[in-house]
């Protein structure tokens, strides 16, 4: 975090270089010690996003989003984002992946759901 008495000179109109000069630091000095070296990503729920009580597996890949499914659990999408990550992340192979692992996939939102004997 930036000192407060810098903060308030940029605002008051004092230019960067100044300012650091007047208060005897620099941009290496001011950023290194609040920021954590290494970043964790909780790689549980890497790829999974929780929505309305479900999970999704999306992958984005050149500002393209691509999901793999809506899923119940969280411990259901980790085993088939597991198997994608294995398999190269196919989407045709989805289906294929819940029913090896024993996972049943939910319609999205967006699927139409077909009941028998209703039109």
Not at 60 to 71: A, L
Not at 74 to 103: F, H, Y
Request: hydrophobic letters at 30%; aromatic letters at 10%.
């Amino acid at each position: 975090m930036i000192p407060r008495e810098i903060t308030e000179d940029l605002r008051a109109g004092m230019g960067l270089e100044e300012c650091l000069i007047k208060h005897g630091t620099n941009l290496s000095i001011l950023f290194k010690s609040n920021y954590p070296e290494h970043i964790s990503h909780d790689r549980d729920r890497r790829y999974i996003e929780e929505t309305a009580g479900a999970f999704y597996i999306k992958k984005q890949k050149d500002y393209k989003v691509t999901y793999f499914g809506r899923y119940s659990s969280l411990s259901d999408a980790q085993l088939v984002r597991d198997e994608l990550i294995s398999t190269g992340w196919v989407q045709g192979r989805v289906d294929e992946i819940c029913e090896r692992v024993g996972v049943m996939r939910l319609p999205s939102k967006n699927e139409c759901q077909f009941k028998s004997g209703i039109i």
